[in-house]
C-alpha cells in the first residue's frame, strides 16, 4: 500500500530541492504548482486536460464549498474526488482567508470567525474544529490548518496576537485532523506559519509549529499586496525556521518570477488562480513575458501564442484565431486561454525540477529572468 504521507528530497542546488511526495492517491513531483479549483472545478477546463497540463494536485476551497453546494452534501456524493471527477491529490485550504476577504460582518473570536455569507446573508461560524471537520467531509487529500489572517500593514501588536491565536488554532486543529480515526490514517495535515514580515514573529509562529508537528508547513500571509521585494525579502529566512524534511508551501503565489525566486529560496509547493483568472481575461504567459491577446496588433498574427510551448493550443490555433475567440467572447476562448497557460506554469515546473537535479538552477533562472522580464511578449 502506498504511504499515507512521505516526502523525499532528491536533489538540492542552494536551498532548492526537488523531490516527491508519495500519498494514496498519487504522487506529487516538488517543486509543485497547484492549479485552483475553487468550487470544485478548475474554471473552463476538464480534469483530464488539468492532469495532461502536468498537474499532480488541485486546490479546492472550504469556504466556497462549505457554503455552495455544501460540504455535507459532497460527501453524500462520495467525495470532492468522485464528484468532481479527479483522482488525484486534493489539498483544501482552511476557509480562513475567504472568510477574511469575502464574508460580510465577521466576528473574530478565541472560538473562531462568525460570519455572513457573501452568497446568501446566512449566518455561519467557522471554527479550527468546524474546517477540519469540513475538509474532512470533502475527503481531502492535505487538510490545512485554521488560522488568522491580518494585513501586514497592520502594527506588530496586532500581527502578534494573530500570530499567537493562528498557532493556538493550529494546536486545535492538530487535535481535530487526529480525532478523525481513518481521515488521519489516509491524509495529511500541514500547519500555516503567519508572522507578517517580521522575522521574530516567523520565528516564534515556526517554533510553536514544529513544536505541534504537521506532515507540512506552509508559509501564510504572504501574496497578499506587500510585492515582490517584500515577499522575498520574507522568503530569504521564512523555509529556513521551518523543518528541512517536510514540505514549504507558498500559499497563493503566483506570477512565474515570483515562483522561480521563491523556488531558490527553498519553497517546493504553490497554487494561485492567476494562470485560469488570467486566460478567461484575455492574458497569456509565455516565455517571453505576458501578452493581452485582446490587442488589434495581434489581429493578423498566425504564429503561436508561444513559439517556444509545446502545448496543444500553440501547437492548434493562432494568435490571430484566439484573438477573435476572446475579442467575440466565445467560450471556446477562455477554454484555450486557460489550457495554455496552465501548461506554461507547469513547464516551467518541470523544468525549474530539471535544472535543480542538474545543479544548474541559478543559470536557468537568470536565463528565464531576462527573457520573461525583458521580452514583452515577443
Given amino acids: 500500500m502506498a504511504p499515507r504521507f512521505q516526502f523525499t528530497v532528491h536533489a538540492t542546488d542552494g536551498r532548492a530541492r526537488t ?18 479549483g475553487t468550487a470544485a472545478t478548475v474554471k473552463a477546463m476538464k480534469p483530464a486536460d488539468v492532469r495532461a497540463s502536468g498537474a499532480d494536485i488541485i486546490l479546492g476551497n472550504t469556504y466556497h464549498l462549505m457554503l455552495r453546494p455544501g460540504a455535507e452534501r459532497v460527501a453524500k456524493l462520495g467525495g470532492l474526488h468522485g464528484f468532481m471527477g479527479w483522482d488525484r491529490p486534493i489539498l483544501t485550504d482552511s476557509g480562513g482567508y475567504q472568510v477574511m476577504s469575502l464574508a460580510e460582518l465577521t466576528t473574530r473570536s478565541e ?5 455572513k455569507s457573501h452568497l446568501d446573508g446566512t449566518r455561519h461560524l467557522l471554527s479550527p474544529e468546524r474546517s477540519i471537520e469540513i475538509q474532512r467531509l470533502l475527503g481531502s487529500s492535505i487538510v490545512m490548518a485554521f488560522d488568522e489572517l ?18 493556538r488554532w493550529a494546536k486545535r486543529s492538530r487535535a481535530a485532523f487526529d480525532a478523525g480515526g481513518d481521515h488521519a490514517e489516509n491524509n495529511a495535515v500541514f500547519g500555516i506559519q503567519q508572522g507578517a514580515l517580521d522575522e521574530g514573529l516567523r520565528r516564534a509562529s515556526a517554533e510553536a509549529l514544529t513544536d505541534i508537528g504537521f506532515d507540512g508547513y506552509a508559509v501564510g500571509g504572504l501574496a497578499v499586496g506587500e510585492g515582490q521585494e517584500a515577499m522575498f525579502g520574507v522568503l530569504d529566512y521564512a523555509p529556513g525556521q521551518l523543518p528541512a524534511d517536510r514540505p514549504r508551501y507558498l500559499m497563493g503565489v503566483g506570477k512565474p518570477d515570483d515562483i522561480v525566486g521563491a523556488v531558490e529560496r527553498g519553497i517546493d509547493m504553490f497554487d494561485c488562480v492567476l494562470p485560469t483568472r488570467s486566460g478567461r481575461t484575455g492574458q497569456a504567459f509565455t516565455r517571453s513575458g505576458p501578452i493581452n491577446i485582446r490587442n488589434a496588433r495581434f489581429a493578423e498574427d498566425l504564429g503561436p501564442l508561444d513559439p517556444q510551448c509545446a502545448c496543444p493550443v500553440c501547437h492548434g490555433w493562432s494568435r490571430a484565431y484566439l484573438h477573435h475567440l476572446v475579442r467575440a467572447g466565445e467560450i471556446l476562448g477562455a477554454m484555450l486561454m486557460t489550457e495554455h497557460n496552465l501548461f506554461f506554469y507547469q513547464a516551467l515546473m518541470a523544468d525549474l525540477r530539471a535544472a535543480i537535479a542538474e545543479t544548474r538552477l541559478g543559470a536557468f533562472a537568470n536565463a528565464f529572468r531576462a527573457q520573461y522580464r525583458g521580452g514583452k511578449g515577443e
Fill in 150 to 167: 491580518v494585513p501586514t500593514t497592520s502594527t506588530r501588536d496586532v500581527q502578534a496576537k494573530a500570530m499567537e491565536r493562528s498557532m
Fill in 111 to 115: 472560538e473562531g470567525v462568525a460570519f
Fill in 19 to 36: 523531490g516527491e511526495i508519495a500519498m494514496r492517491r498519487g504522487t506529487i513531483r516538488t517543486p509543485a504548482f497547484m492549479p485552483v
